[in-house]
């Protein structure tokens, strides 16, 4: 541990993530402490889904944090079987999924509360896309190509490009706070879209680019398999992460809040009803 020192840019950058990870833990917990507490739940299955997908998220966030690694790569931090790209890339496979169905469910939800076929459509192209995404990341980690990397980043791309649809259609439907949350949620969106468009995108499909002028061979899949499992490369040096802290620092921190704001939406559900545009009709008093 002698590489955690202040004069070592990668120890401070791990520092954040973890001490943000500790926030992210300790806001998933106070609402999970505000639903057990809450005297009225209407619909306690549902929101104890929502708390579930957040935790998966939040939780597995904060142990790629503790234990970061690269994939193709192989890098890490620490020397120890958890910090392989095996274990790494499947608690990253759980967490993103549990995301995107945290915002399939959200949708559907004001999908119901509008009346809304678009949002109801989109909702239900959110999970399958994800997991189109995370087969092309699975790809890219076993052959070590990062033409991989590359289609998973911009199917992440047209899958937040169609929830900012969503969230434009939903806009004018609601008002006071929840207009304004919708708002915020589309300049984080388009702040997302943004980043994977100029840089992540790009970068990865910059390296694809650079492997194949160099003529590096890509992994068959059973040696991949196997590569996963066993090999990682511990390494503190500024020079091989400094690629992966923008990306990371934002993932770890940005995505979670997100994740967090979606769970907390779960938690007054039955309340959508006070900040409709036209809340006068009792059609939109009960949460789906």
Known sequence: MNWLVWSNPVAIWWSFLVAISAVNVAFWLL??????SAHRQPDGVYVGLMLTLCA???FGCAFRSVLPRADIQRICLFDMW???VFVGRSVATVAELCFAAQWA???RLFAKFTM????HNISYAVVPLIVLAECFSWYAVITTNYLGNSIENSIWALTFLLIAAALLRLLNEFQSTARVAIAFALAGVAAYLTFLALIDVPMYFD???ADQESGKKTLSLLAGLHDVRTRWVVTHDIAQWKDEIAWMSLYFSAAVWSSLALCGIGLIADRLYLYRANSTHERFRRAP
């Open 31 to 36: 609402l999970y402490g505000r639903f057990r």
């Open 56 to 58: 998966a998220y939040v």
């Open 82 to 84: 958890l910090s392989s």
């Open 105 to 107: 469910i959200i949708l």
């Open 116 to 119: 809304s076929d678009i949002v």
């Open 207 to 209: 390296r694809w680019q």
